[in-house]
């Protein structure tokens, strides 16, 4: 079980661009979440997909936005990216329904604007 | 927003030592996680303990709840140099974890 992968490890993008980020979930799992974590900060919560849609979200602008598969793998997507999107995003799977299982991160996408 | 509070921010102990953290929440919970970050990469879950349970061992790890508080505690025995890390609470409310900003942990040699 190769658990969370999320691809690229590490990205540089220019102030305007988009970007796009990929996790695939731990097998078994079918609910997918996404964090930002800024430098010496907790992981702010995105928003949550489950049966590919979004069923929670955070407080971040329409800027990201996010997709789920029917595999469940899952993609976030930045638009217009600014200084202050540069962060580590790290992505969670867990199972639907299940209160008390654990969430399962992956090693996460360090991107940094410029 | 940030559902759950770690106190202290840092900490530095020697090694063998224990290492205490605790964490305050808000709101109320289906149940609180411990995880720990290593040099800002992925997070490993620690342990996770049910909002009817008080107490919860793992290995070194020994984790409280006092819902009453709205606070939970990890403790960490006999310290090992590889237990510098980033210690982080999250709370499960509504299926979404919330984290707390953490406490940095430093063993000295």
């Known amino acids: 079980d190769a658990g969370v992968t999320q691809s690229p490890t590490h990205l540089i993008k220019t102030r305007g661009q988009q970007v796009t980020l990929r996790c695939s979930p731990k097998s078994g799992h079918d609910t997918v979440s996404w964090y930002q974590q800024a430098l010496g900060q907790g992981p702010q919560f995105i928003f949550q997909y489950y049966e590919e849609e979004e069923r929670q979200r955070g407080n971040f602008p329409d800027r990201f936005s996010g997709h789920q598969f029917p595999n469940y793998s899952s993609e976030l997507n930045v638009n217009a990216l600014l200084l202050g999107d540069s962060a580590l995003y790290l992505c969670?799977?867990?199972?639907?329904?299940?209160?008390?299982?654990?969430?399962?991160f992956g090693q996460g996408t360090r991107l940094t604007v410029v | 927003s940030q559902q759950g509070e770690e106190d202290p921010q840092a900490l530095s102990i020697q090694e063998g030592e224990n290492a205490t953290m605790n964490c305050s929440y808000k709101t109320s919970i289906n149940n609180l996680q411990w995880y720990r970050q290593n040099s800002g990469r992925g997070l490993v879950h620690l342990i996770l303990?049910?909002?009817?349970?008080r107490e919860k061992h793992s290995g070194r790890l020994r984790v409280t709840l006092d819902t009453s508080k709205k606070s939970s505690s990890l403790l960490i025995t006999a310290s090992r140099a590889a237990d510098t890390a980033s210690y982080f609470c999250a709370t499960d409310r509504d299926d979404k974890i919330i984290f707390g900003k953490g406490t940095r942990l430093h063993i000295l040699p």
């Open positions: 969670a799977s867990s199972l639907s329904g299940d209160m008390n299982t654990e969430a399962f």
């Open positions: 303990i049910r909002s009817n349970e």
